[in-house]
């Protein structure tokens, strides 16, 4: 069931969001050579703390991996896709690229968004990989009006993503989100027929994330039951926003 939410939840969940976007434009400036995912993972765990926030990844359980998640952020590197766990052994080189994905509650509701963050100077292919996964969120974000149908948004993230010659990852999905971290529907990165294509209407919210490879989209798990990496060792970017349905338009509560 698609929960719809009335203007003074979506009010509550812009703190929760705005709280987030505070946080990760706070970690993006303290990516440089030498910091450690453990450093970042320990200054997002103070301001979580400060703001009387609860994060919302550390504690959650998932079955595919038969354990509760031990942080309050996922930092995936290189080709790390989603779920990369912070550790004081992973130290940050120039070149790289680190996506950093966080969330958190406030009050009862949800706020969820990353972003793909350079370390010094990049490739030229590395940063059409990010402009390109950056450009297809936008995209996709200008989808979620409402009389618009779910697939619009899948679709216009696979079709630039892919134009553009890219790989979208199907395993992982974007999702509804309110006073749970992940509600219906569920909001894949390409048009998966097999799946519900629901009208969008005012009031819900969508947490819209593609992931993005460089090569080919298939992935694989590494042994610790949590981080996904790209299978052919591609980099992949990640970028992510909790999207309000309103008459007026989009609005982005992960964002001012």
């Avoid at 009010?11 to 995912?37: A, F, H, N, P, Y």
């Avoid at 989808?143 to 948004?153: M, S, T, V």
């Avoid at 979208?168 to 909001?187: A, N, S």
């Avoid at 992931?211 to 981080?227: F, H, I, Q, S, Y």
Wanted: charged content about 25%.
């Amino acid at each position: 069931m698609i929960i719809r939410k009335n203007r003074t939840e979506l009010d509550q969940m812009r703190r929760s969001g705005m709280l987030v976007w505070k946080i990760l434009q706070d970690l993006s400036q303290m990516v440089q050579e030498g910091v450690t995912t453990q450093d970042l993972e320990v200054a997002a765990e103070k301001m979580m703390k400060d703001a009387g926030a609860k994060p919302a990844f550390k504690g959650y359980y998932t079955p595919a991996a038969g354990s509760k998640y031990p942080y309050v952020l996922c930092t995936s590197v290189n080709d790390q896709i989603v779920h990369g766990m912070p550790s004081a052994k992973t130290k940050l080189k120039k070149g790289d690229i680190v996506s950093i994905d966080t969330g958190v509650q406030l009050n009862g509701y949800y706020g969820d968004s990353a972003v793909t963050v350079p370390v010094g100077e990049i490739s030229e292919g590395t940063k059409k990989l990010l402009d390109v996964t950056k450009e297809s969120l936008e995209l996709a974000i200008d989808k979620a009006r409402p009389g618009n149908r779910l697939f619009d948004i899948c679709g216009t993230v696979e079709q630039h993503v892919v134009g553009n010659g890219f790989s979208v990852v199907r395993e992982m999905v974007g999702h509804g989100i309110g006073t749970k971290l992940h509600e219906e529907p569920q909001v894949p990165n390409y048009v998966d027929r097999r799946n519900e294509n629901p009208r969008l209407k005012e009031g819900m919210v969508l947490a819209i994330e593609p992931m993005v490879n460089a090569g080919g989209g298939d992935m694989r798990v590494l042994p610790d039951k949590w981080t996904a990496v790209t299978k052919d060792h591609s980099l992949s970017a990640h970028f992510e926003h909790c999207v309000a349905v309103t008459a007026d338009g989009p609005w982005v509560l992960t964002r001012p």
